[in-house]
């Protein structure tokens, strides 16, 4: 009989970017890079763990964003192009490395893995969202929603009919592709404010995640801590990350990702390789960028890219397999020893992002295989369970406000409302009074029917916190920049064109197309409830 509960959760998000008016957009590759890397190699994981009897069980939010992108045909074609060229580009590092033994061996390597992922591709017809719904369907994977578009809903929650649209949205849409409601949510940059949960309620929402002291600082405080979730008044449930298991993985000073004998994420061919050799596989305009093939290890924290040693998949994957044992022996001592304080089976939540496991972390999909086969067979201490299966067999808990947070720097709002982003919320602000004015309006004729509802897609592609997480990194901050005024700008033209009864049709096609989002979206969300 085991004492408790472990449970992995991966919040799988990226923004909608999708140019269709452009041969190319280098941001457009994040979703091709988390293919390769990070979504298809889960996959892989489930089928092998699947195909050997191990009953795994896991929790998965798919953002609206990232399964609208992930069905969209255009960035399917885009992406076989992508994998296409990978494949293209290693058989030529193959050839160009016949002299160098260890380079040539690493090339032959990513052959095989590129191929690998080429048939699970080619297996799902393009579609990984039915992929992942076979394990949903099984119980293996339970997958949970987001805001429509990942918005920050606390600096929204002055107009409750954007938080509203945030929350319907994302629930239509995840019905719209899983065949159901969703039962459970992962509040964007898991941030809460008083109040939320009784519009996800409303929504038929049964739980959603905080950050650790989203929990802790609950009123009254919740005897168990992180280690059992609580109930609101409204009987949804909220469930917290636990900081022992999550600094193990995340912590740049502690976490396994640092460990020397892992692929060094920075050095990539696309910067060091000759430069007429590598031109056909880097961006049009002649700038280096990464290719995806790297042939280095971390080797130390103070090593330079110079300095790094050559990367050896043997060794890295045995190290993931001594990983994933720690991990789950730190668990099973945390969880015997709460269980013998709490008197009652405690459940550890640990939530990450989708990414760092395969695109920022390379061997994290084999840690969790690792993880999931050796709770199976080596340790009788714990289950692993997904969030929906522990709500089941545990449907009374104690009932508590939780703490206005969220999981990002210092854990309430900064990191999203600073010097470099705050100029933006005064025109999100006045974007939401444009939307919530312009649902009380009764379209006249199917091409105001057609406009309201392409303005409220470009209020809500504004609203993602992506664009705001991106100016405070400073990393492609003109493109986040461009991506608020250019859907805050369309929604300022169709809000004028629809008022004035002088819609450009053509205009309005076009960009249909470009924001094509939600195809199904109703602007009658933003409607008071």
């Known amino acids: 009989m085991a004492l408790g509960y472990l449970a992995l959760v991966l919040h799988a998000h990226l923004p909608f970017v999708r140019h269709p008016e452009s041969d190319y957009v280098l941001e457009e590759e994040w979703l091709y890079e988390a293919i ?33 992108m992930l069905r969209d045909k255009l960035l399917q074609e885009r992406y076989d192009e992508h994998l296409t060229k990978l494949e293209e580009l290693i058989q030529k590092e193959i050839e160009h490395n016949q002299d160098n033994g260890h380079i040539k061996y690493l090339a032959e390597y990513y052959a095989q893995e590129f ?10 017809k393009g579609d990984l969202v039915t992929a992942f719904k076979e394990f949903q369907d099984s119980n293996n994977l339970e997958i949970i929603t987001c805001g429509a578009t990942h918005g920050y809903l606390p600096l929204m929650k002055m107009y409750p009919q954007a938080v509203w649209a945030q929350v319907e949205v994302a629930c239509a849409h995840y019905e719209e592709n899983f065949g159901t409601r969703p039962r459970g949510i992962w509040l964007p940059e898991c941030a809460y404010y008083e109040g939320l949960e009784r519009m996800l309620a409303d929504a038929g929402l049964r739980y959603f ?21 609580i109930f609101t008044e409204t009987g949804v449930a909220v469930f917290g990350r636990d900081h022992e298991s999550s600094q193990q993985v995340w912590s740049s000073e502690v976490g396994y990702p640092g460990d020397p004998v892992y692929r060094e994420f920075y050095k990539d061919i696309g910067w060091e390789a000759d430069y007429d050799y590598i031109k056909p596989y880097i961006m049009p305009n002649g700038q280096r960028k990464n290719v995806g093939v790297k042939y280095h290890k971390i ?3 103070q090593a330079g890219l110079s300095d790094k040693a050559l990367y050896d998949p043997y060794w890295a994957n045995e190290k993931a397999a001594e990983h994933a044992g ?71 808990q104690q009932v508590a406000i939780p703490s206005q947070s969220s999981w990002g720097y210092k854990g309430f709002h900064e990191y999203w409302l600073n ?18 004015n312009l649902a009380t309006k009764e379209p006249e004729d199917e091409l105001q029917w057609r406009a309201l509802n392409q303005a409220a897609r470009e209020l ?16 492609m901050v003109p ?47 933003y409607r008071p409830m």
């Open 36 to 68: 390769t890397e990070t979504y298809i190699p889960l996959l892989q994981v489930f089928n092998g763990l699947k195909r050997d009897g191990v009953e795994f069980k896991m929790t998965m939010s798919m953002t609206p964003p990232l399964v609208s």
């Open 115 to 124: 191929s690998e992922i080429r048939k699970v591709w080619e297996y799902y």
């Open 209 to 229: 995640l905080t950050d650790g002291h989203g929990l802790l600082y609950a009123r009254p405080r919740p005897r168990f801590g992180t280690y059992a979730p």
């Open 299 to 301: 080797t130390s924290r």
């Open 326 to 396: 720690n991990f789950l022996y730190n668990r099973m001592q945390q969880i015997q020893h709460l269980a013998g304080i709490m008197q009652r089976e405690p459940i550890v939540v640990s939530p990450y992002d989708a990414e760092l496991y395969g695109h920022w972390w390379y061997e994290g999909p084999k840690f969790i295989d690792y993880l999931f086969r050796k709770a199976w067979f080596d340790q009788d201490t714990l289950y692993m369970i997904h969030l929906a299966d522990y709500l089941k067999g545990h449907p009374n």
């Open 419 to 436: 010097h470099t982003n705050a100029w933006i919320y005064p025109h999100l602000h006045k974007g939401a009074e444009k939307m919530i």
């Open 460 to 475: 809500l592609l504004a609203q993602s916190s992506d664009w705001a997480f991106i100016m405070r990194t400073g990393t």
């Open 479 to 525: 493109y986040a920049e461009r991506r608020t005024k250019s859907h805050l700008l369309r929604l300022k033209k169709l809000e004028e064109d629809i008022w004035s009864g002088q819609i450009d049709s053509g205009w309005l096609e076009k960009v249909e197309a470009i924001d094509n989002i939600f195809p199904n979206i109703n602007y009658r969300v």
